[in-house]
């Protein structure tokens, strides 16, 4: 196995920097124990290092041909898989997620760098239109415009809890940002600090590799309240990607707000990811189904954002039945080891509450350690549910609550009540299909996405999927962070009217040296 030595040093513009703020230790949440090495955290001076390499570097970064462009995503990708042993050894150490999540999660990150290499290929996402000059028109000619996508500038993005790797370093928003030929600045989670590390080195070996500016890529330790927020409100940087709590994503908003000129915050925030089962899909066994339920919502702890956090169930006999298999999984169910302390003392506390608001209707076993409290399944009714904000807050890990209907004409009343949601899962049968048809246009309006028969953890990474939703559960709804429409959040058009061929950039010339598509007086030119 590769090995790599861990300096406890921010990585900014290719070389290692010593902070000169207070030290800090990930904390191994299995056991409670501080890990090696002490992490050094920057202060706002050398935070502008960073900002200012990023703002040098990015006219010749967001310039790159498309090849070498590509060619520098997919090294980033070799680079990872190349320490992927090393990197899963250390995010279990921080994390206490299991080798297996973790081995499909640098599978997530390097396949997610490789989709964006295919999308800067392609050229599509440059949003190429052409209206040609029309000097014959009458009663006024058309002069010519060209249009294009250009990339923002520098993107700060803050590393996720719960995913160290895929929504992390060189996850799905740094991956999205350098795809649009934005250099990032990347500020590390403080519970994985030798994951990020790692990770970080590698794209570092890959920009030098292909003779990039050192500046496309810093990754920094610092405190959130001082280099955070000083991070979000530096002239240099242009936007801003985020995977977290609704109070740390909406602190971001505010800041950046704030400047003299606001920058747009992508921040993915809090969901309860509702689940509406109709009577149809309860005619058969239930025992599936309940185990489906049951393990989307206590896998990796339940620290998913996508985790189904409300389950609603007709009342009655095969509701009961439901209900019943439920509290058999769950009753068996061996809690496993939360993110940090803090995150399981987060759950302690939300889980508390909630017993004061509805029946607790089964709980499992704790799991060895301190961080590994048991699962909780509560349930209610859709009248109190309805009623009752407490019930509708999000607890980040392994609970849920069951909300049992007697009507399902009372459904989209209920769901016009949810706030926004990254998903909503119907499960149902023909029989069900014109009930449900009264549920979709409520979840169009409240959810980025809507599944069938399947349950919400397990987001795939393509050109189709929408992860993201209407507020809170993400700061702009117009945009996903998973998937190749991810890159959109990083780009802005820009229009070019009747400039000389030679002042043309390479995307909209009459040549099209590059081959990317157009669309040419509103018709597909196709690529050549």
């Known amino acids: 196995m590769i090995t790599f030595e861990l300096t406890g040093h921010s990585l900014i513009a290719g070389r290692p920097v010593a902070g000169t703020g207070a030290e800090f230790r990930a904390i191994a949440p299995a056991t409670g124990e ?107 000619p058309r002069l010519d415009i060209r249009q294009r996508k250009v990339a923002l500038g520098p993107v700060a993005v803050f590393g996720a809890s719960n995913f160290p790797l895929a929504f992390s370093t060189a996850g799905g928003d740094t991956a999205s940002a350098l795809a649009a030929g934005c250099p990032v600045v990347f500020k590390a989670h403080s519970s994985h600090p030798g994951t990020s590390e790692i990770v970080a080195a590698a794209i570092t070996r890959a920009v030098r590799s292909h003779d990039l500016h050192p500046g496309v890529f810093s990754a920094i330790f610092g405190p959130g309240r001082t280099v955070g927020q000083a991070l979000v409100t530096d002239p240099a940087i242009q936007a801003v990607g985020f995977t977290g709590s609704r109070l740390g994503g909406l602190s971001l908003v505010a800041a950046a707000a704030a400047r003299p000129v606001p920058i747009p915050v992508y921040a993915e925030m809090s969901s309860v990811n509702p689940v509406f089962i109709l009577p149809g ?182 050109h189709a999927m929408v992860h993201g939703g209407p507020f809170p559960s993400t700061s702009d709804s117009r945009t996903t962070s998973v998937g190749s429409l991810s890159i959109e959040r990083f780009l802005r058009p820009v229009a070019y009217q009747n400039l000389p061929e030679a002042l043309l950039p390479e995307p909209v010339k009459q040549a099209n040296p590059w081959g990317v598509p157009r669309l040419v007086d509103g018709q597909i030119e196709g690529a050549r």
């Open 34 to 140: 501080p890990l090696e090495p002490a992490y050094s955290q920057i202060d706002v001076d050398q935070l502008r290092e960073a900002t200012a390499a990023a703002a040098a570097a990015f006219t010749s970064f967001s310039s790159l041909p498309p090849e070498r462009h590509a060619a520098f995503l997919e090294s980033v990708a070799d680079e990872i898989d190349g320490v992927r042993d090393l990197v899963v050894e250390r995010a279990a150490q921080e994390t206490g997620l299991t080798a297996v999540r973790l081995t499909g999660e640098v599978a997530r990150t390097t396949g997610q760098l490789r989709m964006f290499a295919g999308v800067v290929r392609s050229g599509l996402f440059r949003g190429v239109r052409l209206d040609p000059a029309r000097p014959e028109r009458t009663p006024a």
């Open 281 to 462: 899909a309860l005619a058969g066994d239930v025992s599936d189904l309940a185990a489906g339920y049951v393990a989307s919502a206590v896998g990796s702890s339940g620290q998913l954002c996508t985790q189904p956090g409300s389950v609603f169930v007709p009342a009655g006999e095969r509701g009961d039945a439901f209900v019943a298999a439920v509290g058999e999984a769950i009753t068996a169910a061996v809690g496993q080891t939360m993110l940090s302390p803090s995150i399981a003392g987060a759950w302690r506390d939300g889980v508390a509450t909630r017993d004061e608001h509805a029946e607790v209707a089964a709980r499992g076993v704790a799991g060895p350690g301190p961080n590994a409290p048991a699962p909780v399944i509560h349930a209610t009714g859709l009248e109190s549910f309805v009623s009752n904000d407490v019930l509708h807050a999000e607890i980040f890990g392994a609970a849920s609550l069951i909300v049992r209907y007697d009507d399902v004409a009372d459904l989209p009343a209920a769901a016009e009540r949810l706030e926004g949601q990254l998903t909503a899962t119907l499960h149902l049968t023909e029989d069900d299909v014109a009930q449900a048809a009264a549920l979709i246009p409520v979840l169009e309006r409240k959810v980025g996405r809507i599944l069938a028969n399947g349950w919400p953890t397990g987001v795939e990474v393509g």
